[in-house]
């Protein structure tokens, strides 16, 4: 089977009771001592070195801890179409939270830095500031509306 | 101990971890809880531990957890003859200690008359500077520009200009230079007439490599009064503090000596009894001390205090608010060996710290010898926006600092919780940096690290393949498993994947 | 705290939660682990915690954690630098203590010749009285008969008589009156010869209602040695301990500092560095004490003197073995507090407290302030029949006595054993009897309690209904979740259903 | 649903989203306020009182633990047929563990107290000796054999 990652690609096959890893040319043996799924643990042994690690998996993310340090993986193929990570075409929800004011409709003129909206969550305000001057396009968020990280509030006309 | 029953009944007016470790105290002391809940809440782990739970209304704290007249009410229907505040919420609010007495129930916790002496700042300075402590020079009841120009003159910049009403950073600005002053008093006024409907500013020199040194006092309602040593709060981020640890690691016995006397003196003046807190501002350039506010509650770090007095302050709140007298005096305590508390946050310190939420996957707690957890999850519970971020306090107890650090580090390495970022790699970021080693860390140091990209993460260089071989077979290995049902969903389980930004990356 | 590494790896020849424990030590230390194992035990916890593990054999104790040959190979192996013996298995044998530095490997505990010269009940009776150790009135090297008749007279009755190579009550004969001396000493006599091949017997004063009190001391490979203080471990059933707590409710100051003098003169009579235990027999009502024996090990029970003193005896176990020095004296020792100890048994207190074997569906831990649970479980552990049958370890530490009995029945409530019968219920009968809370259990105080009835079951009157819904409950509402999947396999679920004898019915 | 429980009969219905529960003619109310698979655990209403009760099953057996007591119940249509739990007709294993020694065989002719076997378990040693005078009729268990609690180990002649 064969993982892509960024743009790395991880390959694990079956060699005996063991697999054998490989990726960017590093080629490393790999036995599963035990696995508990209760807990998501498991005792691998990678190129002889004992290893264990916690893997947990929910639809569209995996978390990995291994030696403390807890890695995420997002799958890409599983988000939502559209829905572009950055800030380029609108302004995205730096966090998860609730929309507590909205102080934009569609077509209004804005200046940069001018407040839009105001989100919360856990206690903290965040205001959603324009990045420029602009007109606005779309309101996506409503007060009182949870919202997820990263999910569009606002666009603004290109 | 005697073993009396200091109360029948007690409403915890709270949540998380605090309400669980109100209700451990309560168990032990033979009394019977009442948890209070909102409808995010319905399943959570304090509502599952107390005796009788009670649904107050919807997740927006105001409909809940900040509802005296619902948390009142509750206390009536459920037959409790106390409650105890926690912290955060209504605790320092003198109204409801107020409205429990009137309600003829017993607030857990100072009078109302203490807390609102304590709730102002400019009036708690005021009050500090006549009983004699030490307070930041400065003035407090200015009213014109040129009167503040004169202040800040006599003080000397740079200076710090906040809210009198004031509280989390709101209404604070900083003035480097006379030219900005006119501005921040304009920008400082408007905020604090936003935020607490009340303009009053005062002024006093700002301190940008200090330390937060606070002192425990606990007292009871017949004059007794004692402090319990310090806690050293500096790492923090946004005001909010990340880990704290006792004793200090800059303080002398005489110093230590000179501040506790200090803090039994703050609390004196305002007649204070039950658990509080004293918050020093530390200059360890001039050894200095000033005293910042009183927390007029149980404070979060509460449980480092503990590990190295050996009293268990819950239980003495509870006992103290039923009239029992204190049996201690200062000569009966010592700081015994060093303790640490890490927050474990729901928090990303990649992305500026903001709030983490979701489902937790896992959550398993670090265990061993010297190693206490406060938490309010297990694995399934939801992390919401609604309240704070808070999900564990992670508390470790030693011989000395070095073991209590060393200890602190396997402890952190074995905490996993998936489902939601946290800042549990941050931590072991700050613990393991140098600075910290030695004690160095002032108030500014996190944001100043930041900036800098001082903090070097915690990572092994083999760590990328290990994860990314591990999260594969774990495909395979655990297929079928009730935990990662939802994998076996999936058509298309392993490509592609991408490493989400994260705070070591 | 010295930051140096003592070593660079350990093996631990032993298993269960005293692994574990040694494990947390070296990780805090970081010291790399080796964990030995037997088939029996290949997924165990401590076989998991550890960073290499090597199967040593078949489950049987001589073919792994018994076998010396086995052991030092794999330390040779793995490049270990050090063996850590635990308790028990090959703990306080000399020959492996020797073998072990022969093979230039560091032994973590006292010299092979303080092992030998403690290991002989006889001969350790004759040196410790030369060191001025108060010992049971008593005689050594008795041959005839009519030697031992005048002895037994010059004692007075009753008396005991004892196998010299002897322990865990084998060779141990209680003589109420002359006419039953012929035949337990040729009782006792066989026994010894067929247990330990040696039939060399000693005589002493048989103390009935005696309580066994033991002092931890602690040296190091430079002279210095002290005392840690007492446990008071009387509450015993077939001579295995159950319950321990420190202080001691019966000692005074005075007693205390004598009891301490002579177990630091007797480790010192032997050259002892390293952790060991002095036990004596005390006597309540004379308030006198005498040397019982040596233990040249850690103690099970060491955590509640961790605790009650503040440092961690493994740790120091592992440093002093690395030549390091001690560094504290007596007078930096204070008791703080109150910790108890009990032991969580798979044993069935009903069935004699015979053993009880099978897997375990569930494997909760209590946790909270002041709470501590050194085990070697999770859920889904077996319990097999070839080991011993302790579970786990459930310590606490409060403020003083009647507080730590109360968190104890809180802890104890919590404690979640499902799979196999465990003594739970039959410790928490203890800990609410009058005689325990007002210190009065001596060594035998279990056995006739059990025998007159004396030990009411803790149980609410409507306990029976309650299970008896939660039972057929848990059938409708976990069905077809995978813990309960048992269930829905069953064709009748619910019929009939007969109570199974437990203790507390 | 009925269950019958030694002599008694515990009866639960439905009663809209709740129970009622019937046994000895009383009843009472009883209302699942939430539960947890993973840690068998139940929070229950039981005639307006809150029980917190952790419960577990293995084929045979239920474990029931509320306040800290724990109940276990044994399925008794589930125990193996012919298999008496009293010393009636031979001598059974007082705990599980495993068969160290064996002195008798069948038709040897024995006295009360005598050891017949010896067996050890969780490093203690229990002998399994004659009743009463006797003859033995078979020998179930063999030296190194693991036998169950209550299994029988050895049969007299009546």
Redesign the interface.
């Known amino acids: ?6 743009t790395q690609t ?1 390959e ?1 096959n079956p060699s005996g009771d063991n ?1 054998v ?1 490989s ?1 960017d040319g ?1 080629t ?1 043996s ?1 036995q ?1 001592l ?7 643990r ?3 042994l ?1 190129d002889g070195k ?10 569209a ?17 599983g988000a939502k179409k559209g829905v572009r990570h950055d800030h380029a075409g609108g302004l995205i929800a ?5 929309v507590r004011s909205v102080s934009v409709s569609a077509g209004d003129v804005v200046k940069k830095g001018q407040t839009l909206m105001t989100m ?5 305000e ?1 205001r959603i500031q324009a990045l420029k001057d602009g007109k606005v396009k779309t309101v996506h968020a409503a007060q009182g509306q ?1 919202v997820e ?1 990263e999910q569009i509030l606002i666009e603004m006309e290109e | 101990m005697t073993s009396s029953q200091p109360f029948t009944k007690i409403l915890i007016a709270n949540r998380g971890e605090i309400a669980i470790r109100i209700i451990r105290a309560c168990r032990e002391l033979g009394i019977k809880t009442v948890a209070v809940y909102s409808t995010a809440d319905k399943d959570s782990l304090h509502v599952q531990l107390a005796d009788e739970a009670i649904l107050l209304g919807d997740a927006a704290p105001k409909e809940s957890y900040l509802n005296v007249d619902k948390l009142i009410a509750a206390a009536t229907q459920t037959q409790a003859d106390a409650i105890h505040p926690g912290y955060g919420f209504l605790s320092e609010n003198a109204s409801f200690a107020a409205a429990v007495e009137s309600a003829g129930l017993t607030f857990i916790g100072p009078s109302a008359d203490s807390i609102r002496a304590m709730g102002d700042k400019a009036e708690s300075k005021i009050a500090m500077k006549k009983a004699g402590v030490p307070t930041v020079p400065g003035f407090e009841g200015l009213e014109t520009e040129e009167e503040y120009r004169k202040a800040a003159k006599k003080i000397g910049y740079p200076v710090l200009i906040k809210a009198s009403a004031g509280g989390g950073g709101k209404g604070m600005r900083v003035v480097n230079e006379e030219g900005e002053l006119a501005e921040a008093i304009e920008g400082a006024r408007r905020e604090a007439l936003n935020s607490f409907g009340d303009e009053r500013l005062l002024i006093e020199k700002y301190l940008a490599d200090a330390h937060h040194i606070e002192f425990q006092i606990f007292g009871d309602k017949h004059g007794n009064l004692v402090h319990l040593f310090e806690r050293e709060c500096s790492v923090q981020r946004r005001h909010q503090k990340i880990i704290e640890e006792t004793p200090s690691p800059l303080l002398t016995p005489e110093l230590r000596e000179q501040m506790g006397q200090a803090a039994v003196a703050a609390a004196k003046a305002v007649n204070y009894f039950n658990a509080g807190t004293i918050e020093f501002i530390f200059d360890p350039v001039l050894s200095t001390f000033y005293f910042l506010e009183m927390n007029t509650r149980l404070q979060v770090e509460h449980p480092i205090t503990e590990l190295v007095t050996g009293i268990d302050l819950v239980q003495w709140q509870i006992r103290i608010a039923a009239g029992e007298k204190f049996p201690f005096t200062q000569s009966d305590f010592h700081q015994r060996g060093h303790a640490i508390e890490c927050r474990v946050y ?2 990303d310190p990649s ?2 710290f ?6 937790l ?2 959550f ?1 707690e670090p265990r061993g010898p010297g190693v206490r957890v406060d938490s309010g999850f297990v694995t399934g519970s939801d992390v919401t ?5 808070l999900l564990a306090k992670l508390i470790v107890h030693a011989e000395d600092r070095s073991a209590a650090i060393q200890r602190m580090q396997i402890a ?8 939601v ?2 800042n ?2 941050f931590m ?1 970021a700050v613990l393991a940096h140098a600075d910290f080693a030695q004690g160095k860390v002032s108030t500014r140091w996190v944001e100043r690290s930041m900036e800098s990209g001082n903090l070097a993460p ?3 260089q083999s ?13 395979v ?2 297929t079928g ?4 049902s ?2 076996s ?2 058509t ?1 389980p ?7 930004n ?1 705070y ?1 990356n």
Chains 1, 4 share one sequence.
């Open positions: 089977m064969k993982i892509t990652f960024d991880l694990i697999y890893a990726m590093q490393v790999v599963v035990r696995a508990d799924a209760t807990r998501g498991m005792d691998l990678i004992k290893v264990t690690a916690y893997v947990s998996s929910d639809m993310k995996r978390w990995v801890t291994i030696d403390g340090q807890t890695m995420m993986l997002t799958k890409t193929s730096p966090m998860p939270g609730q919360e969550a856990m206690k903290m965040i949870t990280r | 729901a928090e992305n500026g903001l709030p983490s939420t979701g489902k996957l896992q398993i926006h609604f309240y704070d971020p952190l390495k074995e905490f996993i919780v998936h489902g970022v946290t549990i790699d072991q915690v990572q092994q760590a990328e393949l290990q994860n990314l071989i591990a999260a594969a077979l774990a495909d290995v655990f498993s009730k935990s990662q939802a994998v969903n999936e298309d392993f490509n592609p994947w991408k490493q989400t994260n070591r």
